[in-house]
């Protein structure tokens, strides 16, 4: 897979197939002002996410797709994750799964997500506490009818659980850690919901699903042509993905108390 954002039924490839898109969906966005620039923010019915990145300059800086969810995981945010090549309107946070209250730098596992409204966040205080909505994009995924048929398709000397998840864009593939870090998960859940969608731009098919994976639930995508086996509540799914995330309910990590949220688009 070339981009993410086939994985919601876009399937633009070239720089002039991204302008043409962004071009096509601007004049449905809602305009969000932030300290760098500003998003164009496009919904659909069906979930999938543009968020188109303007510049100060007013220059269109990127793109980025997600799809919308309620939030299912506690994370402890730690510290903000910045790409050599990316805008001031582009990033994501390091963060720990099911932290313990109060303690937002530790917790079951750390992993890296990015944020698509990134910028909306740039006075956060961190480490901080929040509720984050996952969108897992996948790059390769099969589904298994059940439990049984997950753990019978395992390698007997390399087992995983049902509901594991792998931060494998902390570490390169000699062991060593990755600088900065990427946003990228191979994980495994338990399906709970699933739906195939319709694009409304292009009329493609994808598909969506609410798992439950080890530190709490996400949504993942994945485009109809890749997935292996079928999807379907009660099952299992297990593949690689590029971790996507909202904030919600931000909690102040010295005190516990809630704090009043940014404005939401």
């Given amino acids: 897979m070339s981009n993410h954002f086939v994985s919601i039924g876009f399937h633009a490839e070239t720089e002039q197939e991204f302008l043409a898109l962004a071009e096509q ?18 919904t659909s019915e069906c979930g999938a996410e543009l968020w188109l990145q303007v510049d100060r300059w007013n220059e269109l800086a990127g793109m980025k797709p997600h799809f919308v969810g309620p939030p299912g995981m506690k994370a402890g945010l730690t510290r903000r994750i910045r790409q050599a090549d990316c805008s001031d309107l582009d990033g994501g946070f390091h963060a720990w799964a099911d932290p313990a209250p109060e303690q937002p730098e530790e917790g079951t596992y750390p992993f890296v997500f990015d944020a698509p409204d990134y910028d909306r966040h740039e006075r956060l205080k961190l480490p901080c506490l929040f509720d984050v909505q996952l969108a897992a994009f996948a790059h390769s995924l099969v589904a298994f009818d059940s439990e049984h048929a997950f753990q019978a398709a395992q390698d007997p000397e390399a087992r995983f659980p049902v509901e594991s998840f792998i931060p494998a864009g902390l570490f390169s593939p000699d062991g060593s850690p990755t600088e900065p870090p990427v946003a990228f998960a191979v994980l495994s859940g338990r399906v709970l919901t699933t739906r195939l969608h319709e ?67």
């Fill in 199 to 265: 694009n409304p731009i292009t009329g493609a098919n994808f598909r969506s699903a609410r798992i439950r994976t080890l530190g709490g639930e996400l949504d993942l995508v994945v485009a109809s042509e890749i997935v292996r086996g079928d999807i379907s509540p009660g099952g299992v799914v297990t593949g690689s993905f590029w971790l996507s995330g909202r904030l919600h309910n931000h909690t102040e990590a010295s005190t516990g108390k809630p704090v009043a949220p940014a404005s939401s688009g």
């Fill in 25 to 42: 969906v601007v004049a449905d966005c809602t305009t969000l002002e932030v300290p760098n620039g500003r998003y164009l923010h496009w």
